[in-house]
């Protein structure tokens, strides 16, 4: 089985920095893409910006130019960088792994997995 452990979260004033880490687990042969997505109160989840294998890129306007992420494909653990934090940043930060290809037992799967989520709070 697969597991995504999310660190990072936490309290931070506006225009400071936080790093977020997700870390999978498990019999791994590949993960295709990583992503954050985030989700503030009474809104719908939002990717925040997502990562292929081969280091391909896409962001959230609201975060672009702030916020960088990046991979460790040995590791399979993906990090979001994020700087110059602003309150509306405030939410719970989860991370997915899209196409993670993994054994169980003899068997080998592909599936899709989310982490458990991380607070980030921003205050102004």
Known sequence: QVQLVESGGGLVQAGGSLRLSCAASGIIFSINAMA???????????????????????????????????????????????NSLKPEDTAVYY???EGVAYSKGAD???????GQGTQVTVSS
């Open 95 to 97: 991370c997915y792994a």
């Open 36 to 82: 954050w997505y985030r989700q503030a109160p009474g809104t719908q989840r939002e990717l925040v910006a997502r990562i292929t294998s081969g280091g391909h890129t896409n962001y959230a306007d609201s975060v672009k130019g702030r916020f960088t992420i990046s991979r460790d494909n040995a590791k399979n653990t993906v990090y979001l960088q994020m």
């Open 108 to 114: 080998a799967y592909i599936d899709d997995y989310w």
